[in-house]
Structures are given as structure tokens and as C-alpha cells.
């Protein structure tokens, strides 16, 4: 079935560093797919996603790009700050359902 | 612009005892409507989701239940809670027919049994 795999965390990483969290995916079809962030305490938040092959979302100095060949959609950030410290799930659509991965948790400190 | 809401923000209930989360939305017209829960430290676990009013799925068969009264309105409920009910609820909606369809979600509801 479909599903996304994200890589364990937690993550901790200096401020300015540079970030990578991956995600790849199993999919029928054409899937979009998505990145979230939730923060303490808080609902999940959009945070980018690309609705087809070679497209690339970006947000906040985040970016990630569908790659369709490798079923990958690499969450990254040239320079992290204190500010992004959060869980960041990555996500798919197929057909009419949304599906989830485990969230990785990210922790940045100065 | 859409918003969503969900309360209460927090909830403290003992061990057997009824509940009724709600969540609504604004902004938008039959928007399909999903009710998640988030264990601690863990990922999320679809438990219902309705693409209309009066329209239910079920993902997760267990002791609570959910129901759509209203286009934009979504309840979380149970008639006695468990231990392992405590969580993070999350309600989400999204409007589909579209490649574009995304899941937007709400502030959640922190709930702990006792």
C-alpha cells in the first residue's frame, strides 16, 4: 500500500548549519506530497509541497523537490535557526487519501 | 481566509467518563473533515473522516465515535474514556476533487484521562 518513510530522529544540529531531513515514498498513480511542522504544543502547519515530478515547494528558506525517479522528497534548509526547532512530517496524497509519516524531530542550539 | 478551531484547548477527564471534542470550520463550503490522534512522541493516527454531513468513516475501530451535524462542523465523542485515550486530537479539513487538495489543520486538543 501507499506510505511514506522518514528518517528517525531526533536531530540536533548548531545554529547555521546546514539541514537535511529525507522522505521517500511508495505511491500508485501521481501522488503530492507535502511537508508539515508542528511545533510544541501546536497543530501542524503547511510548511511546502509539490504536486507533481520535478517540482520544487519552498517556504521559510525550506525547500524539497518530487523526485520521481528516486520516490524522494528531501526536506532542506541552508541555515537553520534557534526558530525551526519543531517535528517535521513529511506526507502524501494518492487517490483520496493523506498518508503520514512518523515526524522527525529537530532540535537547533546556539 | 479558512480558519479552523477546535476546543477545548485542554482537557482533563477521569477514567469513564463521557466526551465530546468539536471542531468547526470557516470559510469554506463541504470541506471533507478528519479527526486525528497524536500519542506522545509519536505519529499521527487517523481515527475518522467525513467528505459530508452525516458521512463517517471509520479508521480505527474503538470506543469513540465522531458525527457531523453541520457542513462545517466535526464531534469527537465517546460514552466512557479509557486510559489509553489520552492524546493530542487533531482535526483537520481539506476541500477535494484536486491534485491540489491539502490538509490544513487545527490546534488540537490535548486530552488526559485519569
Known amino acids: ?110 | 481566509s479558512q480558519t479552523i478551531h477546535q476546543w477545548p484547548a485542554t482537557l482533563v477527564q477521569p477514567v469513564g467518563s463521557p466526551l465530546s471534542l468539536e471542531c468547526t470550520v470557516e470559510g469554506t463550503s463541504n470541506p471533507n473533515l478528519y479527526w486525528y490522534r497524536q500519542a506522545a512522541g509519536r505519529g499521527l493516527q487517523l481515527l475518522f473522516y467525513s467528505v459530508g454531513i452525516g458521512q463517517i468513516s471509520s479508521e480505527v475501530p474503538q470506543n469513540l465515535s465522531a458525527s457531523r451535524p453541520q457542513d462545517r462542523q466535526f464531534i469527537l465523542s465517546s460514552k466512557k474514556l479509557l486510559l489509553s485515550d489520552s492524546g493530542f486530537y487533531l482535526c483537520a479539513w481539506s476541500v477535494g476533487g484536486s491534485p491540489q487538495e491539502t490538509q490544513y489543520f487545527g490546534p488540537g486538543t490535548r486530552l488526559l484521562v485519569l
Open chain 1, 1 to 110: 500500500g501507499d506510505s511514506v518513510t522518514q528518517m528517525e530522529g531526533p536531530v540536533t544540529l548548531s545554529e547555521e548549519a546546514f539541514l537535511t531531513i529525507n522522505c521517500t515514498y511508495t505511491a500508485t498513480g501521481y501522488p503530492s506530497l507535502f511537508w508539515y511542522v508542528q511545533y510544541p504544543g501546536e497543530g501542524l502547519q503547511l510548511l511546502l509541497k509539490a504536486t507533481k515530478a520535478d517540482d520544487k515547494g519552498s517556504n521559510k528558506g525550506f525547500e524539497a523537490t518530487y523526485r520521481k525517479e528516486t520516490t524522494s522528497f528531501h526536506l532542506e534548509k541552508g541555515s537553520v535557526q534557534v526558530s525551526d526547532s519543531a517535528v517535521y512530517f513529511c506526507a502524501l496524497k494518492s487517490g483520496n487519501q493523506f498518508y503520514f509519516g512518523t515526524g522527525t524531530s529537530l532540535t537547533v542550539i546556539p
